[in-house]
C-alpha cells in the first residue's frame, strides 16, 4: 500500500476524473459507516467544522447521520464563510433544516466528537487562536474524537507533532494512509486508523514510489540445495568488551537460514568467541582488542570464499578502523552491510564519497543517532521526516538505507522507500540492531535481490519482536531471545495471522 504525502493525494483526486463533490460524498459516508460499524454505542454526535474541504467532509457526516437517526449538532469553527464543495454541502444541511450551532458546544453532552477542522489542506501550526483553544479543550475534555482524515494541527507530510494537535481516539482517512499516520511521534496521535476506499484509481499514484510493507514472502528454499548454495556469510566486528554483538549476529544469520557462517575477530579473542557458538566458524584476524588494518592480506585471501560481508557490529569507532572499512568498501565485490560502528567508522573517516565508486551499492543500516553522524542533521529532523531523510541519502550516495527507529524506512539508490511498522517498543534495547545486522547479511548472502532481503529481513526481525514480546514481556525481551523467535517470525510469515497497521475498509 503507498503512502502519500499532502500534494500527492490532491493530485490523485484531480487526474483520477471524479467530480471532487463526490469524492467528498464518498469521503463523508466512509467516515459515518466507520462510525456505525466500529463505535455502536454512540447516539449523540458533534461534528467541528472547519472552512475547507475538510470541513465538507464533517458536513456530509453530520448530514448523513442525522439521515440515519443519530442526534447530530455541528459547529463552524472558523465562521460560514465557506467556499466551493464546503459551501455547498453547507447549503445542503441548511435546506434540510439542520442549522449550525450558534454558540460552542459543551463537549461533555456528547458520545462521540467528529474532527474535521483541518486535514490535508493545513500546513502548521494553527494561526487562529480560537480554533487552538478549541483543539485544546477537546484533548482536555478526555472526550472521544474521531478524526476526518488525520488529526486536525498535524502535518499530513511529517511524522513529528505540532502542537496544538488533536489527540484523535481514532481517524479515518481516504484511500492512502499519508506519511502523518505511519510516522512517530505523529502516528501516536491519531488512536487506531481507518482507511476507506474512496474510489480513487490506483494509476493516479504510480509514480509515488513510497509503500507500506504489509506482508513480505517467504524465499524459496529449492528442494536440492546444500549449504554452499545457502550463502557464506562473513561477520567482522567484536571487539573487547563488545564481543557479545558479534555473537548475536552470527546466531541471527544462522538462524535466519545462512549456509554458513563465519565470524571475523582478533584472534586473541577467538576462543572466547568459539567458546558461545557452535554453528558458526571463526576467522582469526590480527589487532589485539579489535581488528587492525593489518588483516587486509588475511581478508584478501579469504574474501572469495564469501557471498555477502557484515561489518561493524561491535566492532568500536578508531582511526585504524577507518582504513578497515575503506578497505572493506573498496575490496569487497558481494553484498556489503556496514552497521553501527562500521557506519561511524565511515562518518568519522568521510568515507561517503568510496561508498558511491562501488559497482554493487553498499547496505547501511544505521539507527537515528548514526544517521545523526552520517548526515549532520539534528536528530529530531531525522525523526520527523524519516523517509525523506532516507530517500535523499540513499540517492545522494548511491547506497541502500536501513532507517532504523520505531518505525524502520529502507530506501533504495534508485528512490523507492518501504516503511515497516513492525516491531514493538519491546525491541527499545541494546543488541536487537546486530540481530537485524546478522538477519539482513544472512538473506544477502542467499542470493536475495539487495531490496527483496532488506524487505524480508526488516519484516521478519519486527515480527520476531512482536512474538518475544507476546511470549515474555514488553520490559523482558532480550535481542537473544528475539533470534529464539526467528523461527516463529517465518511460520507467521507464511501463516499471516499477525495485526495489519490499520483497518483497511476496502
Ligand atoms: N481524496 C481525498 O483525500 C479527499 C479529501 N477531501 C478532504 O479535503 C481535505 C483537504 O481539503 P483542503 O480544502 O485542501 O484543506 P483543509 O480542509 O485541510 O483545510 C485547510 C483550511 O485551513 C486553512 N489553513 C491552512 N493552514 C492554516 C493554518 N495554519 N491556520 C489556519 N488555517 C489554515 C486553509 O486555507 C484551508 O481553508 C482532505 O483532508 C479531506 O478531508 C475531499 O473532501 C474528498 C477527497
Ligand atoms: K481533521
Redesign the pocket.
Known amino acids: 500500500m503507498k503512502v502519500l504525502k499532502a500534494h500527492e493525494?490532491?493530485q490523485?483526486?484531480r487526474e483520477g476524473g471524479i467530480p471532487?463533490l463526490v469524492?467528498?460524498e464518498r469521503?463523508g459516508l466512509g467516515v459515518c459507516r466507520v462510525i456505525r460499524e466500529y463505535f455502536r454505542d454512540v447516539r449523540k454526535v458533534l461534528v467541528l467544522v472547519?472552512?475547507?474541504?475538510?470541513?465538507?467532509?464533517g458536513l456530509v457526516v453530520a448530514r448523513q447521520l442525522h439521515l440515519w437517526g443519530y442526534k447530530v449538532d455541528y459547529f463552524m469553527v472558523q465562521g460560514e464563510d465557506l467556499k466551493g464543495?464546503a459551501l455547498t454541502q453547507l447549503n445542503i444541511l441548511k435546506t434540510i433544516g439542520l442549522e449550525p450551532l450558534h454558540q460552542k458546544p459543551f463537549l461533555g453532552d456528547y458520545h462521540l466528537v467528529v474532527d474535521a477542522i483541518?486535514?490535508?489542506?493545513?500546513?502548521?501550526?494553527?494561526?487562529?487562536p480560537k480554533?487552538a483553544d478549541i483543539i485544546k479543550e477537546l484533548n482536555d475534555s478526555g472526550a472521544a474524537v474521531l478524526s476526518?482524515?488525520?488529526p486536525s494541527g498535524l502535518w499530513a507530510d511529517s511524522g513529528l507533532i505540532f502542537e496544538p494537535s488533536v489527540k484523535a481516539s481514532a481517524t479515518v482517512t481516504?484511500?492512502y494512509p499519508k506519511l502523518c499516520h505511519i510516522l512517530h511521534p505523529a502516528a501516536k496521535r491519531c488512536g487506531q486508523l481507518y482507511v476507506v476506499d474512496?474510489g480513487?484509481p490506483p494509476h493516479t499514484v504510480d509514480k509515488v514510489q513510497r509503500e507500506l510493507l504489509l506482508k513480505v514472502s517467504v524465499p524459496v528454499r529449492e528442494k536440492d540445495v546444500h549449504k554452499g548454495k545457502m550463502g557464506h556469510v562473513l561477520l567482522l566486528g567484536g571487539s573487547l568488551g563488545k564481543l557479545g554483538a558479534i555473537i548475536m549476529a552470527a546466531r541471527a544469520a544462522t538462524r535466519a537460514g545462512a549456509g554458513l557462517v563465519t565470524v571475523g575477530v582478533p584472534k586473541s579473542l577467538c576462543t572466547t568467541v568459539h567458546s558461545q557458538l557452535t554453528e558458526e566458524m571463526c576467522l582469526p584476524l590480527m589487532g589485539e582488542e579489535r581488528i587492525s588494518s593489518s588483516s587486509s592480506h588475511i581478508l584478501r585471501e579469504h574474501l572469495g570464499r564469501f557471498s555477502a560481508v557484515g561489518v561493524g557490529m561491535g566492532m568500536d569507532r578508531y582511526e585504524d578502523g577507518i582504513k578497515l572499512v575503506k578497505f572493506l568498501i573498496e575490496e569487497v565485490k558481494v553484498p556489503l552491510l556496514l552497521d553501527a560502528d562500521g557506519i561511524n567508522n565511515v562518518a568519522d573517516g568521510k568515507l561517503l564519497p568510496a561508498l558511491r565508486e562501488r559497482e554493487n551499492p553498499v547496505v547501511l543500516t544505521p539507527h537515528v543517532g548514526e544517521m545523526e553522524r552520517l548526515t549532520s542533521l539534528p536528530k529530531e529532523t531525522i525523526l520527523g521526516s524519516m523517509v525523506d531523510v532516507a530517500v535523499d541519502f540513499a540517492v545522494e550516495n548511491r547506497c541502500y538505507l536501513v532507517l532504523k527507529s520505531s518505525r524502520t524506512v529502507i530506501a533504495t539508490p534508485e528512490g523507492r522507500v518501504y516503511i515497516s511498522t513492525r516491531g514493538t517498543p519491546a525491541m527499545a534495547k541494546g543488541g536487537t540492531g546486530d540481530v537485524l545486522a546478522g538477519v539482513l547479511t544472512a538473506l544477502l548472502g542467499r542470493g536475495l535481490p539487495t531490496e527483496e532481503a532488506l524487505k524480508v529481513g526488516v519484516f521478519l526481525h519486527g515480527l520476531a519482536g512482536e512474538l518475544a514480546e507476546r511470549k515474555l514481556h514488553t520490559e523482558s525481551v532480550t535481542p537473544s531471545y528475539l533470534i529464539e523467535c526467528i523461527p516463529s517470525a517465518y511460520r507467521m510469515l507464511e501463516d499471516g495471522g499477525f495485526d495489519p497497521p490499520f483497518v483497511d475498509l476496502y
Open positions: 493525494m490532491a490523485a483526486d471532487s469524492l467528498m469521503a472547519g472552512k475547507g474541504n475538510n470541513g465538507g467532509d464543495d483541518f486535514g490535508t489542506g493545513f500546513v502548521p501550526p494553527v494561526k487562529d480554533v476526518v482524515d488525520i481516504f484511500q474512496i480513487i
